[in-house]
Protein backbone atom coordinates (compact mmCIF):
# COMPACT_ATOMS: atom_id res chain seq x y z
CA UNK A 1 0.00 0.00 0.00
CA UNK A 2 1.71 3.13 -1.18
CA UNK A 3 2.52 5.53 1.70
CA UNK A 4 1.01 8.69 1.42
CA UNK A 5 1.93 10.00 5.03
CA UNK A 6 5.71 10.00 4.65
CA UNK A 7 6.33 14.15 5.72
CA UNK A 8 3.31 13.86 7.35
CA UNK A 9 3.56 14.14 11.43
CA UNK A 10 1.22 14.36 14.12
CA UNK A 11 2.64 16.47 16.74
CA UNK A 12 1.48 17.91 20.18
CA UNK A 13 1.12 21.84 20.66
CA UNK A 14 4.00 23.15 22.78
CA UNK A 15 3.05 25.91 24.64
CA UNK A 16 5.67 28.47 26.03
CA UNK A 17 5.80 30.83 28.43
CA UNK A 18 8.31 33.60 28.87
CA UNK A 19 7.95 35.69 32.15
CA UNK A 20 10.39 38.89 30.61
CA UNK A 21 9.52 38.85 26.98
CA UNK A 22 6.98 40.98 24.52
CA UNK A 23 4.28 37.75 24.16
CA UNK A 24 3.24 39.65 20.41
CA UNK A 25 7.02 38.42 19.26
CA UNK A 26 6.27 35.23 20.64
CA UNK A 27 2.80 34.73 18.36
CA UNK A 28 4.00 32.95 15.72
CA UNK A 29 1.57 30.32 13.38
CA UNK A 30 3.16 26.44 13.65
CA UNK A 31 5.07 25.68 10.55
CA UNK A 32 5.15 21.99 9.20
CA UNK A 33 3.12 21.04 12.16
CA UNK A 34 -0.59 19.12 12.30
CA UNK A 35 -1.85 18.79 15.26
CA UNK A 36 -3.80 15.47 15.91
CA UNK A 37 -6.82 17.87 17.71
CA UNK A 38 -7.36 19.82 14.36
CA UNK A 39 -6.36 17.78 11.77
CA UNK A 40 -9.60 15.11 11.25
CA UNK A 41 -11.77 17.36 9.25
CA UNK A 42 -12.15 15.68 5.65
CA UNK A 43 -12.60 12.56 4.55
CA UNK A 44 -9.08 12.62 2.93
CA UNK A 45 -7.87 13.54 6.47
CA UNK A 46 -8.77 10.62 7.97
CA UNK A 47 -8.35 8.15 4.66
CA UNK A 48 -4.42 9.69 5.02
CA UNK A 49 -4.34 9.00 8.75
CA UNK A 50 -5.87 5.70 8.34
CA UNK A 51 -2.78 4.46 5.78
CA UNK A 52 -0.43 5.72 8.28
CA UNK A 53 -2.48 3.26 10.52
CA UNK A 54 -1.11 0.31 8.47
CA UNK A 55 2.13 1.36 7.41
CA UNK A 56 3.44 -0.72 10.79
CA UNK A 57 1.74 -3.82 9.50
CA UNK A 58 4.14 -3.81 6.60
CA UNK A 59 7.09 -3.30 8.69
CA UNK A 60 9.76 -5.68 8.71
CA UNK A 61 12.48 -4.32 10.01
CA UNK A 62 12.32 -1.37 13.06
CA UNK A 63 14.82 0.35 14.43
CA UNK A 64 17.94 -1.20 13.80
CA UNK A 65 16.24 -4.93 14.14
CA UNK A 66 14.44 -7.59 11.66
CA UNK A 67 11.17 -8.47 13.32
CA UNK A 68 9.35 -10.60 11.17
CA UNK A 69 6.53 -12.56 12.73
CA UNK A 70 7.02 -14.97 10.06
CA UNK A 71 11.02 -15.78 11.07
CA UNK A 72 9.89 -15.70 14.90
CA UNK A 73 7.02 -18.56 14.19
CA UNK A 74 9.20 -20.38 12.40
CA UNK A 75 12.29 -19.93 14.28
CA UNK A 76 11.58 -19.75 17.44
CA UNK A 77 9.64 -23.46 16.87
CA UNK A 78 10.89 -26.94 16.04
CA UNK A 79 10.02 -25.74 11.88
CA UNK A 80 13.82 -23.76 11.66
CA UNK A 81 16.75 -22.54 13.50
CA UNK A 82 18.53 -18.82 13.39
CA UNK A 83 21.06 -19.92 10.87
CA UNK A 84 23.00 -17.11 9.23
CA UNK A 85 26.65 -16.64 9.13
CA UNK A 86 29.69 -19.32 10.64
CA UNK A 87 30.00 -17.21 13.69
CA UNK A 88 26.78 -18.65 15.16
CA UNK A 89 26.46 -14.94 16.12
CA UNK A 90 24.58 -13.16 13.13
CA UNK A 91 21.91 -11.16 14.24
CA UNK A 92 22.60 -12.02 18.32
CA UNK A 93 18.81 -11.06 19.10
CA UNK A 94 17.47 -14.21 16.77
CA UNK A 95 19.66 -16.37 17.77
CA UNK A 96 18.71 -16.17 21.31
CA UNK A 97 15.18 -16.75 20.25
CA UNK A 98 16.09 -19.90 18.40
CA UNK A 99 17.92 -20.84 21.17
CA UNK A 100 15.62 -20.20 24.15
CA UNK A 101 18.61 -17.78 25.65
CA UNK A 102 16.89 -14.96 25.49
CA UNK A 103 16.60 -11.78 28.45
CA UNK A 104 14.54 -8.54 28.89
CA UNK A 105 17.72 -6.83 27.13
CA UNK A 106 17.51 -8.56 24.27
CA UNK A 107 18.02 -6.16 21.03
CA UNK A 108 14.36 -7.21 19.46
CA UNK A 109 11.86 -6.95 21.86
CA UNK A 110 11.78 -3.53 22.17
CA UNK A 111 11.09 -3.56 18.23
CA UNK A 112 8.55 -5.75 18.04
CA UNK A 113 6.64 -4.12 21.36
CA UNK A 114 6.97 -0.59 19.66
CA UNK A 115 6.18 -1.86 15.98
CA UNK A 116 2.63 -3.15 17.47
CA UNK A 117 1.83 0.09 19.75
CA UNK A 118 3.06 2.75 17.41
CA UNK A 119 -0.01 1.18 15.10
CA UNK A 120 -2.34 1.17 17.95
CA UNK A 121 -1.48 4.80 18.74
CA UNK A 122 -2.15 5.73 15.60
CA UNK A 123 -5.90 4.06 15.64
CA UNK A 124 -6.32 5.67 18.65
CA UNK A 125 -5.83 8.47 17.09
CA UNK A 126 -7.75 8.30 14.20
CA UNK A 127 -10.70 6.93 16.24
CA UNK A 128 -10.86 9.23 19.23
CA UNK A 129 -10.70 12.28 16.97
CA UNK A 130 -13.05 11.77 14.17
CA UNK A 131 -16.38 13.27 14.76
CA UNK A 132 -19.08 11.91 12.85
CA UNK A 133 -21.89 14.27 13.65
CA UNK A 134 -20.05 16.46 11.73
CA UNK A 135 -21.30 16.37 8.17
CA UNK A 136 -17.68 16.51 6.59
CA UNK A 137 -17.17 12.82 8.64
CA UNK A 138 -20.65 11.56 8.16
CA UNK A 139 -20.22 9.23 4.62
CA UNK A 140 -20.11 5.96 4.10
CA UNK A 141 -16.66 5.82 3.25
CA UNK A 142 -16.01 7.46 6.73
CA UNK A 143 -18.13 4.16 8.46
CA UNK A 144 -16.07 2.50 6.39
CA UNK A 145 -12.53 3.71 7.44
CA UNK A 146 -13.11 3.70 11.27
CA UNK A 147 -14.31 -0.15 10.73
CA UNK A 148 -10.61 -0.84 8.87
CA UNK A 149 -9.09 1.42 11.78
CA UNK A 150 -10.96 -1.72 14.55
CA UNK A 151 -9.46 -3.97 12.69
CA UNK A 152 -6.03 -2.96 12.43
CA UNK A 153 -6.37 -2.31 16.60
CA UNK A 154 -7.55 -5.79 16.80
CA UNK A 155 -4.50 -7.08 14.79
CA UNK A 156 -2.26 -5.10 16.51
CA UNK A 157 -2.95 -6.82 19.78
CA UNK A 158 -3.41 -10.08 18.65
CA UNK A 159 0.39 -9.71 17.40
CA UNK A 160 1.59 -8.34 20.73
CA UNK A 161 -0.18 -11.22 22.37
CA UNK A 162 1.26 -13.61 20.30
CA UNK A 163 4.61 -12.84 21.28
CA UNK A 164 4.30 -11.84 24.60
CA UNK A 165 1.23 -12.93 25.98
CA UNK A 166 -1.69 -11.48 27.99
CA UNK A 167 -0.64 -7.57 27.18
CA UNK A 168 -1.75 -3.76 27.99
CA UNK A 169 -5.08 -3.19 26.43
CA UNK A 170 -4.89 0.13 24.91
CA UNK A 171 -7.75 2.00 23.58
CA UNK A 172 -7.43 5.49 23.95
CA UNK A 173 -4.45 7.98 23.02
CA UNK A 174 -1.51 7.86 25.49
CA UNK A 175 0.40 11.59 26.67
CA UNK A 176 3.86 10.81 26.73
CA UNK A 177 3.75 10.51 30.57
CA UNK A 178 1.08 8.20 30.94
CA UNK A 179 3.38 5.33 32.28
CA UNK A 180 0.46 3.60 34.83
CA UNK A 181 0.12 0.34 32.43
CA UNK A 182 -0.19 -3.13 33.57
CA UNK A 183 -0.87 -6.08 31.39
CA UNK A 184 -4.78 -6.87 31.15
CA UNK A 185 -6.08 -11.18 31.35
CA UNK A 186 -5.96 -12.90 28.79
CA UNK A 187 -10.01 -12.98 28.67
CA UNK A 188 -9.77 -9.32 29.17
CA UNK A 189 -7.18 -9.03 25.60
CA UNK A 190 -9.45 -11.57 23.45
CA UNK A 191 -12.76 -9.72 24.23
CA UNK A 192 -11.07 -6.43 23.27
CA UNK A 193 -9.66 -8.00 19.85
CA UNK A 194 -13.27 -9.53 19.21
CA UNK A 195 -15.30 -6.50 19.49
CA UNK A 196 -13.23 -4.88 17.22
CA UNK A 197 -13.41 -7.32 15.18
CA UNK A 198 -17.25 -7.38 15.50
CA UNK A 199 -17.52 -3.99 14.64
CA UNK A 200 -15.10 -3.65 11.80
CA UNK A 201 -17.31 -7.15 9.90
CA UNK A 202 -20.42 -5.17 10.57
CA UNK A 203 -18.97 -2.31 7.91
CA UNK A 204 -15.83 -3.53 5.70
CA UNK A 205 -16.82 -4.33 2.77
CA UNK A 206 -16.69 -8.37 1.23
CA UNK A 207 -14.19 -7.28 -1.36
CA UNK A 208 -11.41 -5.07 -1.68
CA UNK A 209 -12.16 -2.10 -4.47
CA UNK A 210 -9.36 -2.59 -7.69
CA UNK A 211 -6.16 -1.09 -6.52
CA UNK A 212 -6.92 -1.16 -2.93
CA UNK A 213 -6.05 -5.22 -2.25
CA UNK A 214 -4.73 -5.56 1.14
CA UNK A 215 -6.59 -3.73 2.83
CA UNK A 216 -9.04 -4.93 5.34
CA UNK A 217 -12.33 -6.64 4.73
CA UNK A 218 -15.39 -8.36 6.10
CA UNK A 219 -13.50 -11.93 5.64
CA UNK A 220 -10.15 -10.63 7.39
CA UNK A 221 -12.02 -9.65 10.10
CA UNK A 222 -14.06 -12.67 10.70
CA UNK A 223 -11.17 -14.68 10.12
CA UNK A 224 -9.25 -12.86 12.68
CA UNK A 225 -11.73 -13.31 14.95
CA UNK A 226 -12.22 -17.14 14.73
CA UNK A 227 -8.55 -17.19 15.36
CA UNK A 228 -8.69 -14.89 18.82
CA UNK A 229 -11.43 -17.26 19.76
CA UNK A 230 -9.79 -20.60 19.17
CA UNK A 231 -6.86 -19.16 20.78
CA UNK A 232 -9.01 -18.10 23.53
CA UNK A 233 -10.73 -21.63 23.67
CA UNK A 234 -7.23 -23.32 23.84
CA UNK A 235 -5.70 -21.61 26.75
CA UNK A 236 -8.87 -21.79 28.69
CA UNK A 237 -8.62 -25.20 28.98
CA UNK A 238 -10.37 -26.37 25.68
CA UNK A 239 -13.58 -24.58 26.77
CA UNK A 240 -15.76 -25.86 24.05
CA UNK A 241 -18.03 -22.67 24.09
CA UNK A 242 -15.28 -20.50 22.78
CA UNK A 243 -14.64 -23.44 20.22
CA UNK A 244 -17.91 -23.02 19.31
CA UNK A 245 -18.11 -18.93 18.63
CA UNK A 246 -14.65 -19.59 16.83
CA UNK A 247 -16.35 -22.25 14.23
CA UNK A 248 -19.35 -19.59 13.81
CA UNK A 249 -16.97 -16.95 12.87
CA UNK A 250 -15.60 -18.98 10.58
CA UNK A 251 -18.42 -20.41 9.19
CA UNK A 252 -19.17 -16.93 7.72
CA UNK A 253 -15.83 -16.33 6.34
CA UNK A 254 -16.77 -19.72 4.34
CA UNK A 255 -20.33 -18.54 3.71
CA UNK A 256 -19.16 -15.19 2.09
CA UNK A 257 -18.27 -17.38 -0.62
CA UNK A 258 -15.25 -15.15 -2.26
CA UNK A 259 -12.50 -17.57 -1.27
CA UNK A 260 -10.86 -20.48 -2.50
CA UNK A 261 -7.81 -22.62 -2.89
CA UNK A 262 -5.68 -21.90 -5.69
CA UNK A 263 -5.48 -25.15 -7.78
CA UNK A 264 -1.59 -25.24 -7.38
CA UNK A 265 -0.33 -24.23 -4.15
CA UNK A 266 3.04 -23.96 -5.02
CA UNK A 267 1.93 -20.66 -7.41
CA UNK A 268 1.76 -18.72 -4.30
CA UNK A 269 5.45 -18.79 -3.88
CA UNK A 270 6.02 -17.39 -7.06
CA UNK A 271 7.75 -13.99 -7.94
CA UNK A 272 4.75 -11.62 -8.65
CA UNK A 273 1.53 -13.74 -7.05
CA UNK A 274 -0.07 -11.54 -5.21
CA UNK A 275 -3.73 -11.33 -3.30
CA UNK A 276 -5.29 -14.43 -4.57
CA UNK A 277 -8.90 -16.03 -4.11
CA UNK A 278 -7.01 -17.51 -1.11
CA UNK A 279 -5.80 -14.03 0.05
CA UNK A 280 -7.99 -13.57 3.25
CA UNK A 281 -6.09 -10.89 4.63
CA UNK A 282 -2.15 -10.34 2.56
CA UNK A 283 0.14 -7.89 3.76
CA UNK A 284 1.27 -5.95 1.45
CA UNK A 285 4.68 -5.16 0.38
CA UNK A 286 5.91 -3.03 -2.89
CA UNK A 287 9.48 -2.46 -4.45
CA UNK A 288 8.38 1.21 -5.93
CA UNK A 289 9.94 3.44 -2.42
CA UNK A 290 13.18 4.26 -2.30
CA UNK A 291 13.88 1.78 1.06
CA UNK A 292 17.52 1.92 2.44
CA UNK A 293 19.10 1.06 5.42
CA UNK A 294 18.77 5.01 6.65
CA UNK A 295 14.89 4.61 7.47
CA UNK A 296 14.12 0.76 8.92
CA UNK A 297 10.11 1.49 9.44
CA UNK A 298 10.38 2.90 5.26
CA UNK A 299 10.81 0.10 4.35
CA UNK A 300 7.88 -1.18 2.04
CA UNK A 301 9.80 -4.55 0.57
CA UNK A 302 9.80 -7.49 2.36
CA UNK A 303 12.86 -7.58 4.37
CA UNK A 304 13.01 -11.29 5.17
CA UNK A 305 13.04 -12.37 1.91
CA UNK A 306 17.05 -11.36 1.51
CA UNK A 307 17.78 -12.08 4.82
CA UNK A 308 16.33 -15.63 4.43
CA UNK A 309 17.38 -16.39 0.81
CA UNK A 310 19.95 -19.60 0.64
CA UNK A 311 23.60 -18.74 1.90
CA UNK A 312 26.46 -19.69 -0.09
CA UNK A 313 24.11 -21.02 -3.05
CA UNK A 314 26.10 -20.76 -6.42
CA UNK A 315 25.86 -18.00 -8.02
CA UNK A 316 24.61 -20.17 -11.86
CA UNK A 317 21.48 -21.31 -9.92
CA UNK A 318 18.83 -20.50 -12.58
CA UNK A 319 15.74 -19.08 -10.21
CA UNK A 320 17.37 -18.06 -7.00
CA UNK A 321 19.73 -15.43 -5.45
CA UNK A 322 21.80 -16.23 -2.88
CA UNK A 323 21.28 -14.72 0.61
CA UNK A 324 22.17 -14.53 4.33
CA UNK A 325 20.89 -17.71 5.49
CA UNK A 326 18.31 -16.71 8.30
CA UNK A 327 15.17 -19.62 8.99
CA UNK A 328 17.04 -22.04 8.60
CA UNK A 329 15.05 -25.19 8.00
CA UNK A 330 14.68 -28.30 10.50
CA UNK A 331 15.92 -31.88 9.30
CA UNK A 332 12.57 -32.52 11.65
CA UNK A 333 10.15 -30.17 9.47
CA UNK A 334 11.37 -32.10 6.03
CA UNK A 335 10.91 -35.43 7.83
CA UNK A 336 7.36 -34.35 8.73
CA UNK A 337 5.62 -35.23 5.52
CA UNK A 338 4.76 -38.37 4.33
CA UNK A 339 5.30 -40.44 1.74
CA UNK A 340 2.72 -38.99 -0.58
CA UNK A 341 2.85 -35.26 0.79
CA UNK A 342 5.82 -34.53 -0.82
CA UNK A 343 4.58 -32.37 -3.39
CA UNK A 344 3.88 -29.70 -0.61
CA UNK A 345 6.98 -30.41 0.92
CA UNK A 346 8.59 -29.19 -2.16
CA UNK A 347 6.94 -26.52 -2.40
CA UNK A 348 8.11 -25.42 1.43
CA UNK A 349 11.23 -26.56 0.73
CA UNK A 350 14.34 -27.13 -1.30
CA UNK A 351 17.45 -29.39 -0.62
CA UNK A 352 20.90 -29.32 -2.01
CA UNK A 353 19.29 -32.51 -4.02
CA UNK A 354 16.75 -30.49 -5.50
CA UNK A 355 18.64 -27.50 -5.82
CA UNK A 356 21.02 -29.69 -7.87
CA UNK A 357 18.55 -30.81 -9.98
CA UNK A 358 17.35 -27.24 -10.67
CA UNK A 359 20.96 -27.14 -12.81
CA UNK A 360 20.60 -29.63 -14.31
CA UNK A 361 17.05 -29.10 -15.73
CA UNK A 362 18.26 -26.20 -16.66
CA UNK A 363 21.71 -27.74 -18.87
CA UNK A 364 23.91 -26.11 -16.13
CA UNK A 365 26.73 -27.13 -13.46
CA UNK A 366 28.58 -25.61 -10.42
CA UNK A 367 30.11 -27.14 -7.79
CA UNK A 368 29.47 -27.16 -4.92
CA UNK A 369 26.07 -26.32 -5.14
CA UNK A 370 26.19 -24.53 -1.99
CA UNK A 371 29.04 -23.27 -0.15
CA UNK A 372 28.14 -24.42 3.48
CA UNK A 373 31.46 -23.15 5.19
CA UNK A 374 29.32 -19.76 4.08
CA UNK A 375 26.83 -20.58 6.61
CA UNK A 376 26.13 -21.59 10.33
CA UNK A 377 27.67 -24.96 11.41
CA UNK A 378 25.44 -25.35 14.04
CA UNK A 379 22.68 -24.82 12.30
CA UNK A 380 22.98 -25.90 8.59
CA UNK A 381 21.04 -28.86 7.51
CA UNK A 382 21.23 -28.75 4.22
CA UNK A 383 17.22 -27.82 3.50
CA UNK A 384 16.04 -24.02 2.96
CA UNK A 385 12.48 -22.19 3.08
CA UNK A 386 11.53 -21.51 -0.40
CA UNK A 387 7.90 -19.83 0.54
CA UNK A 388 9.68 -16.59 0.55
CA UNK A 389 13.14 -16.78 -1.56
CA UNK A 390 15.14 -14.86 -3.09
CA UNK A 391 14.23 -14.75 -6.81
CA UNK A 392 16.35 -13.21 -9.48
CA UNK A 393 13.36 -12.14 -11.15
CA UNK A 394 13.45 -9.50 -8.30
CA UNK A 395 16.82 -7.74 -9.73
CA UNK A 396 15.79 -4.36 -11.38
CA UNK A 397 12.27 -3.97 -9.54
CA UNK A 398 13.66 -1.44 -7.47
CA UNK A 399 12.79 1.16 -10.55
CA UNK A 400 12.96 4.27 -8.17
CA UNK A 401 16.16 3.69 -6.69
CA UNK A 402 16.54 1.86 -3.02
CA UNK A 403 18.94 -0.18 -1.99
CA UNK A 404 18.51 -3.32 -4.42
CA UNK A 405 17.99 -5.98 -0.94
CA UNK A 406 15.30 -3.99 0.60
CA UNK A 407 12.76 -3.54 -2.27
CA UNK A 408 12.19 -7.33 -2.73
CA UNK A 409 8.00 -7.03 -2.79
CA UNK A 410 7.10 -10.50 -1.81
CA UNK A 411 4.10 -10.35 0.28
CA UNK A 412 3.35 -11.97 3.33
CA UNK A 413 0.52 -14.30 3.74
CA UNK A 414 -0.77 -13.55 6.90
CA UNK A 415 -4.27 -15.57 7.09
CA UNK A 416 -5.17 -18.07 3.64
CA UNK A 417 -8.32 -19.58 3.00
CA UNK A 418 -6.43 -22.74 3.99
CA UNK A 419 -5.92 -21.43 7.24
CA UNK A 420 -9.33 -20.60 7.77
CA UNK A 421 -10.55 -24.24 6.41
CA UNK A 422 -7.73 -26.41 9.05
CA UNK A 423 -9.25 -23.63 11.93
CA UNK A 424 -12.82 -24.59 11.14
CA UNK A 425 -12.31 -28.08 11.62
CA UNK A 426 -10.70 -27.77 14.65
CA UNK A 427 -13.06 -25.58 15.93
CA UNK A 428 -15.80 -27.78 14.83
CA UNK A 429 -14.25 -31.14 16.14
CA UNK A 430 -12.91 -29.73 19.50
CA UNK A 431 -16.57 -27.68 20.15
CA UNK A 432 -19.37 -28.79 22.32
CA UNK A 433 -20.99 -31.19 19.51
CA UNK A 434 -17.60 -32.91 18.73
CA UNK A 435 -18.26 -32.92 14.50
CA UNK A 436 -15.37 -34.86 13.26
CA UNK A 437 -17.45 -35.47 9.84
CA UNK A 438 -17.73 -32.18 9.18
CA UNK A 439 -14.17 -31.39 10.48
CA UNK A 440 -13.00 -34.07 8.38
CA UNK A 441 -15.00 -32.54 4.93
CA UNK A 442 -12.98 -28.65 5.51
CA UNK A 443 -9.16 -30.90 6.40
CA UNK A 444 -10.07 -32.97 3.06
CA UNK A 445 -10.64 -29.67 0.77
CA UNK A 446 -7.05 -29.10 2.27
CA UNK A 447 -5.67 -32.15 1.57
CA UNK A 448 -6.83 -32.83 -2.13
CA UNK A 449 -5.36 -29.57 -3.42
CA UNK A 450 -1.85 -30.61 -1.17
CA UNK A 451 -1.54 -33.91 -3.44
CA UNK A 452 -0.82 -31.67 -6.62
CA UNK A 453 -2.35 -29.27 -9.67
CA UNK A 454 -5.45 -30.35 -10.84
CA UNK A 455 -8.42 -32.77 -9.96
CA UNK A 456 -7.01 -35.58 -7.19
CA UNK A 457 -10.04 -36.75 -5.66
CA UNK A 458 -9.01 -40.46 -6.44
CA UNK A 459 -5.54 -40.03 -5.71
CA UNK A 460 -5.16 -38.76 -2.53
CA UNK A 461 -5.94 -40.20 0.93
CA UNK A 462 -8.95 -38.93 2.75
CA UNK A 463 -8.72 -37.23 6.49
CA UNK A 464 -10.33 -41.13 7.35
CA UNK A 465 -7.49 -42.82 5.51
CA UNK A 466 -5.02 -41.22 7.19
CA UNK A 467 -7.17 -42.07 10.93
CA UNK A 468 -6.20 -46.12 9.96
CA UNK A 469 -3.21 -45.85 7.84
CA UNK A 470 -1.34 -43.80 10.48
CA UNK A 471 -3.22 -44.99 13.66
CA UNK A 472 -4.25 -41.02 14.16
CA UNK A 473 -6.98 -39.05 15.82
CA UNK A 474 -8.68 -36.64 14.29
CA UNK A 475 -6.99 -33.94 16.09
CA UNK A 476 -4.11 -35.50 15.35
CA UNK A 477 -4.33 -35.21 11.59
CA UNK A 478 -5.50 -31.29 11.94
CA UNK A 479 -2.46 -31.09 13.86
CA UNK A 480 -0.23 -32.78 11.23
CA UNK A 481 -2.48 -30.48 8.51
CA UNK A 482 -1.64 -27.27 10.30
CA UNK A 483 2.66 -27.47 10.29
CA UNK A 484 2.60 -29.47 6.96
CA UNK A 485 0.40 -27.00 4.85
CA UNK A 486 1.73 -23.39 6.99
CA UNK A 487 5.35 -24.87 7.12
CA UNK A 488 7.49 -22.03 6.81
CA UNK A 489 4.39 -19.35 7.18
CA UNK A 490 5.06 -18.03 10.82
CA UNK A 491 2.48 -20.32 13.06
CA UNK A 492 4.08 -23.07 13.78
CA UNK A 493 5.48 -21.73 17.34
CA UNK A 494 1.81 -20.23 18.55
CA UNK A 495 0.23 -23.40 17.29
CA UNK A 496 2.40 -25.09 19.51
CA UNK A 497 2.11 -22.87 22.42
CA UNK A 498 -1.67 -22.40 22.46
CA UNK A 499 -2.04 -25.95 22.74
CA UNK A 500 0.01 -26.89 25.05
CA UNK A 501 2.72 -28.92 22.80
CA UNK A 502 5.50 -26.64 23.03
CA UNK A 503 8.18 -28.57 24.96
CA UNK A 504 11.63 -29.97 25.49
CA UNK A 505 10.55 -33.16 23.57
CA UNK A 506 10.39 -30.87 20.44
CA UNK A 507 13.86 -30.03 20.00
CA UNK A 508 15.92 -33.48 20.55
CA UNK A 509 19.19 -33.60 19.10
CA UNK A 510 18.69 -29.65 19.11
CA UNK A 511 21.14 -29.20 22.05
CA UNK A 512 20.30 -25.45 23.04
CA UNK A 513 16.63 -25.73 22.22
CA UNK A 514 16.45 -29.04 24.51
CA UNK A 515 18.43 -28.16 27.25
CA UNK A 516 17.56 -24.05 27.75
CA UNK A 517 13.66 -24.35 26.82
CA UNK A 518 11.47 -24.14 30.32
CA UNK A 519 8.20 -22.39 30.49
CA UNK A 520 9.21 -19.39 30.88
CA UNK A 521 10.27 -19.90 27.51
CA UNK A 522 6.47 -19.55 25.46
CA UNK A 523 6.33 -16.14 25.84
CA UNK A 524 8.68 -13.19 25.44
CA UNK A 525 10.04 -10.97 27.79
CA UNK A 526 8.42 -7.02 27.85
CA UNK A 527 11.51 -5.53 27.06
CA UNK A 528 13.46 -3.92 30.04
CA UNK A 529 13.14 -0.21 28.28
CA UNK A 530 9.20 -0.78 28.89
CA UNK A 531 9.11 -2.12 32.61
CA UNK A 532 11.72 0.37 33.25
CA UNK A 533 9.14 2.97 33.20
CA UNK A 534 6.18 1.79 33.36
CA UNK A 535 6.75 -0.53 36.71
CA UNK A 536 3.24 -1.99 36.80
CA UNK A 537 4.06 -4.00 33.83
CA UNK A 538 5.77 -7.40 34.62
CA UNK A 539 8.57 -9.06 32.90
CA UNK A 540 6.74 -11.75 31.61
CA UNK A 541 2.71 -12.78 32.42
CA UNK A 542 1.71 -14.19 35.39
CA UNK A 543 -0.07 -16.92 35.43
CA UNK A 544 -3.03 -15.81 37.15
CA UNK A 545 -3.58 -14.01 34.14
CA UNK A 546 -4.99 -16.59 32.28
CA UNK A 547 -7.31 -17.62 34.67
Given at each position: ???H?R ?5 L ?11 D ?7 N ?35 S ?10 N ?29 L ?52 R ?42 P ?136 H??R ?25 D ?14 V ?66 P ?38 R ?40 L ?14
Amino acid sequence: MTKHLRNVTLLLALALSFGACNKDRLQVDPVNQVLSSTYYQTELHVSEALIGAYDPVGWTMAYGQWISPVMFGEIRSDNANAGGDPSNNDQPGWQEFDDFTETNVNTVLHPLYRRSYIGINRVNSLLNNTDTSDPELSSDAVQVYLAEAKFLRAFYHFELFRHFGPIPVVTDELAPDVVDLERNTLSEVMLQIISDCEDAAELLPTLSAPGQEGRATKGAALALMGKAYLYWADLSNDDAAKFDAAASALQEVVDLGVYELVDDLGSLYTQGSRNTTEAVFEIQHNPLYQSDWGWFEGIDGNGMIQLCGIRGLCAEHPTYEAGWGFMAVTEGLYNHFLDDDHYRRDVAIASEATLEQDMIDAGLSCDPIIDATQNNPIDYTGYFQVKYQNFKAFAGTNVNGGNEHLTKAQNTHYIRYADVLLMLAEALLRGSSDNVGEAMYYVDIVRERAAGPGNNQDSYRTSSQLMVDEGWSMEEVIWYERRSELACEGDRWTDLVRSGRAESGLFVGDGDKESNFNLDHLWLPIALEETVLASGITTYPDASLFD
